[in-house]
């Protein structure tokens, strides 16, 4: 789990494929010390397990699975990307809880200069689009974001300065693509609502949310 703070950036150094998987091999801009074989690091939002490391390099398995969600795909030596190591029992959460499963990608619609803020339009895949709320959350490239705006099919963030400085978004152009991941909180609550029991004051005190 994450929190959508971006340690960091990194500098991919080459994403060899074997077979339908791959091989990400990252030039980290952020401290290895901590980090042990087998713990999880979220590049640019998906969440992956170090396989090898040093102290300025790791190693990581992409699934075909991940590289079928995400944009880790397209990436190329040189490509810069965001880090974040996975939370601590007991730290801080920053942004919102994020779990490093990408739900889907979307395209870079347009960016506009607003009072020194940069306002990002990113198109959404309709799947997707139930999860989204306006001021709700949301992680782009593993960054927490606060949704300003939503239409059908966009929605619209605000990038402040400190977050243009700490990540890879201003270096996006039109067209590029991102990894989403929605809140987690709305998908379990459209499968309470699916069960068909219904939410009642009952329902709330059986799962622990109030005193029964």
């Not at 042990?36 to 640019?44: E, F, K, M, T, Y």
Request: hydrophobic share 40%; net charge neutral.
């Amino acid at each position: 789990m994450f929190t959508g703070i971006v340690e960091g950036l990194g500098t991919v150094k080459r994403l060899t494929m074997k077979g339908a998987d791959a091989i990400l091999e990252i030039e980290s801009g952020i401290s290895l010390t901590e980090a042990s074989l087998g713990d999880s690091i979220a590049v640019n939002g998906a969440c992956l397990t170090v396989t090898t490391k040093n102290k300025d390099n790791f190693q990581a398995d992409v699934s075909a699975e991940t590289l079928s969600r995400t944009t880790l795909k397209l990436l190329q030596a040189g490509h810069k990307v965001n880090l974040e190591k996975s939370l601590r029992v007991g730290g801080f959460v920053g942004g919102h809880f994020v779990l490093g499963h990408v739900d889907a990608t979307g395209r870079i619609l347009s960016q506009t200069q607003k009072s020194g803020s940069l306002i990002l339009a990113v198109e959404m895949n309709e799947k997707i689009s139930r999860y989204i709320v306006e001021k709700g959350s949301v992680a782009l490239d593993g960054i927490s974001l606060t949704v300003n705006k939503l239409e059908k099919s966009r929605f619209y963030v605000n990038i402040i300065p400190h977050t243009a400085v700490k990540t890879t978004l201003p270096a996006k152009k039109e067209g590029d693509w991102v990894n989403i991941e929605t809140d987690i909180l709305g998908k379990y609550v459209e499968k309470l609502l699916q069960s068909g029991k219904g939410i009642d004051k009952d329902f709330l005190a059986q799962h622990g949310f109030l005193d029964k």
